[in-house]
């Protein structure tokens, strides 16, 4: 067969070396305040390993959370009452905000025209995730 | 130091449990390639008599009655939780060393009075953070540990188990078969039952220079770890493999030259693209194909290699290469099973020295144009972009006809909330 020559056998650079095309010549002095670009993910993301995206569907969470907006769930966070949390209840996920008052835990939503969920025993909900934030598109 | 070992519980069946919350009380099974064979029961299948490799049309009939939920491996879906876990155990260890997909072993430093506690929060902490239940086992050494999660698994509800102090007896050790011994095959467990060692607290006791010469230095390393000697080391940074193989049964017979060629196309691009993950770069290719030996028809199974000039890691090196063996091999009049692509030869792509023709071969752009593709392939999924010789509708392809949507590594197949 013909002659293969070697390819692709450089590993790949782990970060930029430099951010500027290397010109002959003067440097530029803007090269001294070189930073690097600003990484959306690590805003948003604490824990990698724990976090992760789900899609809202329907408008129980309306105004604060509408159909087609994106949530990012971090499940390394306890919730606490106040807390936006997805939930499983009976087989479903369920975005909701946690509520304990008298004792009782309640799944509040926050558009007026749905009613609290109180948890009772006969309930099967787990805690799947705490929101932390909300993505949503507007253009 | 302990060493601890965290195994995940029904590993592939669990990753679906995750995601699908409706799966929560339903037993669910998870099969090989193909659909062939169960390789994945989650506890409530295993409660229904599945068996482990049981084939998915003998079982068809307890699946259906059981409304038990059946997937076909979804390894986009595995590989992440698998990332996730290993993740999460870093942030529990300074130490992590991960052995399998869904296994690692820890190196701590508690005090003993604590390591029960320790074990618990490595449990709880991965279940909170990704969902996977996993069984912890703790010891001395990598076998103790290794045997510690056994016990965990099959003898506690807790899911972990400390293997030393009062724990380490003869009262418990007596009772674990020595075939449960990471690293005592079924061979020498059987060679050892013929001398009268049939459990653990026999084979600890056993004589040195027996076991040297019956299962050579391998063997009496592994007695030592059991009396907690540790002589396997910490493998901080396994070796780049020796060999990468990327095959896979096809979902029907295959005839055509043409068809089998594309497969052979898809499986080098794979395959290379396995070789640039691990910056390597590969110095042979080989191809294999064969008859399917569990039907009554003729018979062919083959292989041929092409060894490179050069080491590559270029994709189309590979599937020209692939082509050329693929050619000499096949046969007409034959119902082709399977093709497989095995790259050999494997060097880091720093071993590499040049040559007086490296210059001639635009190096750089072939480079640029290989990250390209595998930019593009990690952003949009696997297969958003490959060559033509790889086939667009691939009648041959595997069946996976149960997937479950790749929640955690492509947008729109993320869970819904509602």
Known sequence: MAIQLPVCTLPPLKAPLYLMAIKAGFPSPADDYVEKTLDLHEHLIRHPAATFFVRVSGDSMAPLITHGDILVVDRALTPYSGSIIIAAVNGEFTVKRLVEQNGIT???????????????PEIDCTVWGVVVHIIRTVA | MWYALVDCNNFYASCEKVCNPALAKRPVVVLSNNDGNVIARCPLAKALGIEMGAPFHQCKDIINRHHVAVFSSNYALYADMSRRVMDTLATCAPYVEVYSIDEAFLLCDVPPAEAQDYALSVRKKVMQWTGIPV????????????????????????????????????????????????????????????????????????????????????????????????CIGWEDAPPPKKAIVSSRSFGRPVESLHELDQAAAHYSAIAAGKLRRQHCAAGAVTVFVSTNPFKNEPQYSCSATVVLDMHSAYTPDIIAAARTALCSIYREGYRYKKVGIMLTDIIACQELSPTLFTHMYNYEKRYRLMQALDSVNCRHGRGAVYFASEGVIRPWSMRRKYLSPRYTTQWDEIPVVT
């Not at chain 2, 040195?208 to 770890?225: A, N, P």
């Open chain 2, 135 to 230: 069984s912890v086992g703790m010891g001395a050494t990598k076998t103790l540990a290794k045997l510690a999660n056994h016990i965990a698994k099959k003898r506690t509800d807790s899911g972990v188990f400390v293997l030393a102090g009062d724990s380490y007896c003869q009262s418990l050790l007596e009772t674990i078969d020595i075939a449960e011994v990471w690293g005592i095959g079924r061979r020498y467990a059987r060679m050892l039952q013929s001398y009268g060692i049939r459990n653990v607290w026999q084979l600890i006791n056993a004589d040195d220079s027996f076991i040297k010469k019956k299962m050579t230095v391998v063997g009496l390393r592994t007695v030592y770890e059991l009396r907690g000697i540790p």
């Open chain 1, 106 to 120: 309640l799944l509040v939503p926050e558009n007026q025209s749905y009613e609290p969920i109180a948890l009772t």
